[in-house]
């Protein structure tokens, strides 16, 4: 019965993406309460080669007969790991002292469109009207949350590098996201580790950088707290099933639940941070999951790439 039970969500990319948004909204409360308690580099790569210690004996027999697939593909492997895992991490955490909060997540609200555009360029991917109307939808309950309800905020707007940075990291997930078609046909975990082998090779580059410039700091009490749970869950488990919901529904369909983590964000800002609930937070939150289920009456045939 359990078996079937754990089947049944691992069949459902709705389930999935939720609990991916809800762990990657965890992470951005982590962000901010991380500032000052472990350098940015550390907290970035350093992430992957525990998971995959953590995962590797549980699939170990799955790993090691994929490894003729993975010296194959090699370079996507490194590409997918260091810059999907990595580098975007790296940027993400970076841009928070050089950026607003409100220019953080207005930006943040472009991946799903960065995502269904690139695979439009990519594939040629299909783009109903219907769906373009939910993503829509997705946007601006993601836009009511970055602005705090104020949309005619927008017009004031000043842009700096940060917001570069956070649009650099939007480009690279949103085009590791459509990548994602191109997986080799190994074993999921197996291939979640072969990139978080990837991440922690970069990881390693960028965290002696950070030495070499004398910025790197150990970890104190607070910051390995933090640094271990994002370890269970923005690093593997919301990394997993975000994988397996592109394998399900492809990554225009997965991407449109991204604007679920600033709304789940602001929740949670009010739970942990006790900051007070306001309307906006309620609207944005029907609009997000409106938009979504919109989108979600086309229903496009799963990009399987197994």
């Not at 590797?56 to 593909?73: K, N």
Request: hydrophobic share 55%; proline share 6%.
């Amino acid at each position: 019965m359990l078996r079937g039970l754990l089947a049944g969500c691992w069949s459902n990319p709705w389930l999935l993406m939720l609990l991916t948004t809800l762990s990657w909204a965890s992470n951005v409360i982590l962000s901010r309460l991380a500032v000052g308690e472990l350098s940015p580099m550390f907290f970035a790569g350093m992430r992957w080669p525990i998971a995959a210690a953590l995962l590797l004996p549980f699939v170990w027999r799955p790993f090691t007969s994929a490894l003729p697939i993975m010296r194959q593909r090699w370079l996507y492997l490194l590409l997918m790991g260091g810059l999907g895992f990595t580098v975007f991490s790296a940027l993400f955490y970076v841009a928070g002292a050089y950026t607003t909060g409100v220019n953080f997540s207005i930006l943040l609200a472009t991946n799903p469109v960065l995502t269904v555009t690139i695979a439009w360029i990519a594939y040629r991917a299909r783009m109903p009207l219907i769906f373009l109307l939910g993503l829509a939808m997705t946007l601006l309950g993601a836009l009511l949350i970055a602005t705090h309800g104020n949309l005619a905020s927008l017009k004031a707007l000043q842009f700096n590098r940060g917001d570069l940075i956070v649009l650099a990291a939007c480009f690279i997930y949103a085009s590791f996201t459509v990548a994602l078609r191109e997986r080799p046909p190994m074993h999921p975990l197996a291939f979640f580790i072969a990139l978080c082998i990837s991440g922690t090779l970069v990881g390693l580059v960028l965290l002696y950088a950070e030495w070499h410039l004398g910025h790197f700091f150990w970890p104190t009490t607070k910051g390995w707290m933090i640094f271990l749970y994002s370890i269970a869950f923005p690093t593997i488990l919301s990394q997993v099933f975000y994988i397996r919901s592109v394998e399900l529904i492809g990554p225009q369909r997965t991407g449109l639940f991204y604007n679920l983590v600033p709304v789940f964000g602001a929740l949670m800002s009010v739970v942990v941070l006790g900051e007070p609930f306001v309307a906006y937070h309620g609207a944005a939150l029907v609009l997000v999951l409106g938009g979504i289920a919109i989108a979600e009456t086309f229903r496009a045939k799963p990009q399987s790439t197994t």
